[in-house]
T-cell receptor
């Protein structure tokens, strides 16, 4: 079993739809959870960053972490064509200077 | 947020030559930087951890003599692909992390697309 599992998609939705992206993980020691957005041929950019369990909202984006189920989600409301990208979940241990562990990324297309 | 600059963004080189990629943290000191490789439609694969002032730590299967990493200052890490071959063609990305907890919020460079012909 891989440390982080993420459905690669592709996921295609109409403009305005609510998008749900998910990752599961196996290492219960992970404490920091992130979602990155990566446009084609660009470096990933940080979207959301949460510590331990709970929800975090930023504009149209909501990140949820359920540590008991080892499951994290990213919701995108009122999706736009500009949201079309690959979304990567990432997580790390509480100690410093440790690399992030990434999911494979989900390719999302929002159709106008 | 913090800015990480990676250069060049794209490079084409002949087989057998070496290519150097630079990763700079512009507004913070990065004691640790990470180098990743990404093949088309694949996720980021960690290649090595670059530590300022000490030797890099390479992931299993990554040849340290082929992928030379130098982290001579708190703002610069370089990755040199030596004797490049076509199979080294990939997208290389660096990320910079400072001391915890900022380190867990990694900032990425723009990536370098290497094509070996």
């Amino acid at each position: 079993q891989k440390e982080v599992e993420q459905d690669p998609g592709p996921l295609s939705v109409p403009e305005g739809a609510i998008v749900s992206l998910n990752c599961t993980y196996s290492n219960s020691a992970f404490q920091y959870f992130m979602w990155y957005r990566q446009y084609s041929r660009k470096g990933p950019e940080l979207l959301m960053y949460t510590y331990s369990s709970g929800n975090k909202e930023d504009g149209r984006f909501t990140a949820q972490v359920d540590k008991s189920s080892k499951y994290i989600s990213l919701f995108i409301r009122d999706s736009q064509p500009s949201d079309s990208a690959t979304y990567l979940c990432a997580m790390s241990l509480p100690s410093g200077n440790t690399p992030l562990v990434f999911g494979k990324g989900t390719r999302l297309s929002v159709i106008a | 947020g913090a800015v990480v600059s990676q250069h060049p963004s794209r490079v084409i080189c002949k087989s057998g030559t070496s290519v150097k990629i630079e990763c700079r943290s512009l507004d913070f000191q990065a004691t640790t930087m990470f180098w990743y490789r990404q093949f088309p439609k694949q996720s980021l694969m960690l290649m090595a951890t670059s530590n300022e002032g000490s030797k890099a730590t390479y992931e299993q299967g990554v040849e340290k003599d082929k992928f030379l990493i130098n982290h001579a200052s708190l703002t610069l890490s370089t990755l040199t692909v030596t004797s490049a071959h076509p199979e080294d063609s990939s997208f290389y990305i660096c990320s910079a992390g400072g001391s915890a907890p900022m380190n867990t919020e990694a900032f990425f460079g723009q990536g370098t697309r290497l094509t070996v012909v």
